[in-house]
Nanobody, 126 residues
């Protein structure tokens, strides 16, 4: 099994930054894609960003140029650097992972597929 532990959520002013982290255990980063989804009140779940074992990345159009996904050198933690945050970014953010998936495939995961973290709240005030 894969265990995911998230941290880094919080409240910031519009234009500010946050850095989310997701520590993974129980598998090898060499064969797993990791990414982030978000769920805003009254909205559907949205794939935000993903990175796969080949270090290819994917970003939703709404966050391109503002968010950056990366892994640490030991390939144990995935990060989501969020800059120039907007009120529209307010949501519960979930880390997700899948075995032998591309970053694009990870963004289509259903909630009963793959592995998921507990979620971390991001709130952006105007």
């Amino acid at each position: 099994q894969v265990d995911l532990v998230e941290s880094g959520g919080g409240s910031v002013q519009a234009g500010g930054s946050l850095r989310l982290s997701c520590e993974a255990s129980g598998y090898s980063y060499s064969t797993i894609a990791m990414g982030w989804f978000r769920q805003a009140p009254g909205k559907g779940r949205e794939g935000v960003a993903a990175v796969d074992s080949d270090d290819a990345t994917f970003y939703a159009d709404s966050v391109k140029g503002r968010f950056t996904i990366s892994k640490d050198g030991a390939k144990k933690i995935a990060y989501l650097q969020m800059d120039n945050l907007k009120p529209e970014d307010t949501a519960l953010y979930y880390c997700a992972a899948g075995l032998t998936l591309s970053c694009r495939r990870l963004m289509s995961l259903q909630f009963n597929e793959g592995y998921w973290g507990q979620g971390t709240q991001v709130t952006v005030s105007s």
